[in-house]
C-alpha cells in the first residue's frame, strides 16, 4: 500500500474525526454510525422527532456519508476504514490546496451547520450554540477558551466566513496551533 503523504498532525486530527464518526468503534464508518451521531445530536439540542431540524440532520448526515462512502470506500464494502478515511482526505487536501479555498460542498456544509444549530436566528453561531455543538461531538474541549480562538474578530459569533476560514485551515494545516484544527472535533 502507497505510503500516506499527510503530516502527522493531519493523521492525528482526520484519525480524530474518524472516532468521532465511529459511533460503535468498531474501526469502520458505516450510515449506521453517521445515524447514531445524528440521534446523538438531536438528543444533546433537545429536538422532537418531528422537527425539521431533526428531519435535516438525518438527510444531512445519510448524505455525507453517501458522498463519503462513494470518494473513500475503495474496496466497496460498503464502510469506509480508517485507512480509506486518511487516504480520501489525502486526496480533497490536494484540491483544496489548489483552489486556495473550501470547496462547494464544505461550503454548503458550513451554511447547513449555522441553520441548524442557530437557534438565535442571529445567522452565525454564537459562544452557547458551539458549546451545544461541542457537547454534541462528544468533546471535553473548554467551550468558553475555545470560541475565543475561533472568533477570529472577537464580537462573540462565528459567521460563515469564519466556519469557512476554520473548515479550510482544519482541512489543509499542519500548524498544531491553528484555531481551524480544533473547529470540527474540539480536542483531540
Known amino acids: 500500500m ?22 460503535n468503534s468498531d474501526g469502520l ?17 433537545g429536538w422532537a422527532d418531528d422537527d425539521r431540524r431533526t428531519k435535516r440532520l438525518f438527510v444531512d448526515r445519510s448524505e455525507l456519508f453517501h458522498r463519503l462512502a462513494r470518494g473513500a470506500d475503495k474496496d ?7 485507512e480509506e478515511f486518511l487516504r480520501y482526505f489525502e486526496r480533497q487536501i490536494v484540491v483544496f490546496r489548489a483552489a486556495g479555498a473550501a470547496s462547494p ?16 436566528k442571529s445567522g452565525a453561531i454564537c459562544k452557547e450554540e458551539f458549546r451545544m455543538l461541542l457537547s454534541a461531538q ?12 475561533l472568533d477570529r474578530n472577537g464580537d462573540g459569533r462565528l459567521t460563515l466566513d469564519e466556519l469557512l476560514a476554520l473548515s479550510f485551515e ?7 496551533q491553528a484555531p481551524g484544527n480544533q473547529f470540527f472535533c474540539g480536542d483531540f
Do not use: N
Not at 486530527?13 to 464518526?21: D, E, I, M, Q, V
Not at 464508518?29 to 439540542?45: P, W
Not at 460542498?105 to 438565535?120: A, P
Not at 462528544?138 to 480562538?149: I, N, Q, R
Open 138 to 149: 462528544e468533546s471535553s474541549a473548554d467551550a468558553e477558551t475555545l470560541f475565543g480562538k
Open 76 to 82: 466497496r464494502s460498503g464502510a469506509v476504514s480508517l
Open 2 to 23: 502507497e505510503q500516506l503523504t499527510l503530516s502527522a498532525q493531519q493523521v492525528r486530527k482526520f484519525s480524530a474525526l474518524f472516532s468521532r464518526y465511529d459511533r
Open 29 to 45: 464508518l458505516s450510515e449506521e454510525d453517521f445515524r447514531a451521531q445524528a440521534q446523538h445530536i438531536q438528543k444533546v439540542f
Open 105 to 120: 460542498w464544505l461550503s454548503s456544509s458550513c451554511r447547513d451547520l449555522i441553520d441548524l444549530i442557530d437557534e438565535d
Open 170 to 176: 482544519f482541512m489543509t494545516s499542519d500548524d498544531p
